[in-house]
T-cell receptor, first 115, second 116 residues
Framework: AQSVTQLGSHVSVSEGALVLLRCNYS??????LFWYVQYPNQGLQLLLK??????LVKGINGFEAEFKKSETSFHLTKPSAHMSDAAEYFC?????????????FGKGTKLSVKP | NAGVTQTPKFRILKIGQSMTLQCAQD?????MYWYRQDPGMGLKLIYY???????DKGEVPNGYNVSRSTTEDFPLRLELAAPSQTSVYFC???????????????FGPGTRLTVL
């Protein structure tokens, strides 16, 4: 069965610093992986997705993630944090393998950005 | 397009009351979902639907019911509200894979429900 684990429920960085949010997945088949962002009191918005094409995926707002099969990881990065990046970030994998299963979410990582 | 809309935004229920959370989408998506979000727990799937007239249970369906009579609407029914159902509820929709490659879930703004 597919699952994701997000390391760190809370990450704090200074404005301008590197953002690194960790996600490890478990899947017996090539996974479809996603990062979503949730701003306070809003719904979830897709940041980026990996669907077996390029291993380095670029998303919105300067975020990117690299799929590493050997490490079963899909960490989210951004070179320079901005105050507007403060939000909760969710990693998700499509369950059941393939492109049609339901999303299985990690528990989320709350990102704080200090001025 | 309005995308995925949910009503109400907030609601307070007493134990044992019933209510329906409304969800609608105007993107002609086949798949629709209901999730609940509790602090520190991520999102858990309650029910989903692959098209009008077809629904199925997710991970946490107890205490809820759904129906899907049209492509656009996917209401979630709570029959006997309990404090354990205090949560934020999100509706989402997704097209079939062959709809231009946009195969990800689009989420509504959520309904915050408190059961006292």
């Amino acid at each position: 069965a597919q699952s994701v684990t997000q390391l760190g429920s809370h990450v704090s960085v200074s404005e301008g610093a590197l953002v690194l949010l960790r996600c490890n997945y478990s899947s017996s088949v090539p996974p479809y992986l996603f990062w979503y962002v949730q701003y306070p009191n809003q719904g979830l918005q897709l940041l980026l997705k990996y669907t077996s094409a390029a291993t380095l995926v670029k998303g919105i707002n300067g975020f990117e993630a690299e799929f590493k099969k050997s490490e079963t990881s899909f960490h989210l990065t951004k070179p320079s944090a901005h105050m507007s990046d403060a939000a909760e970030y969710f990693c998700a994998v499509r369950g059941g393998g393939g492109s049609q299963g339901n999303l299985i979410f990690g528990k989320g990582t709350k990102l704080s950005v200090k001025p | 397009n309005a995308g995925v809309t949910q009503t109400p935004k907030f609601r307070i229920l007493k134990i044992g009351q019933s209510m329906t959370l409304q969800c609608a989408q105007d993107m002609n998506h086949n798949y629709m979902y209901w999730y609940r979000q509790d602090p520190g727990m991520g999102l858990k799937l309650i029910y989903y639907s692959v098209g009008a007239g077809i629904t199925d249970k997710g991970e946490v369906p107890n205490g809820y019911n759904v129906s899907r009579s049209t492509t656009e609407d996917f209401p979630l029914r709570l029959e006997l509200a309990a404090p354990s159902q205090t949560s934020v509820y999100f509706c989402a929709s997704r097209p079939l894979r062959d709809s231009g490659g946009e195969e990800w879930e689009f989420f509504g703004p959520g309904t915050r429900l408190t059961v006292l």
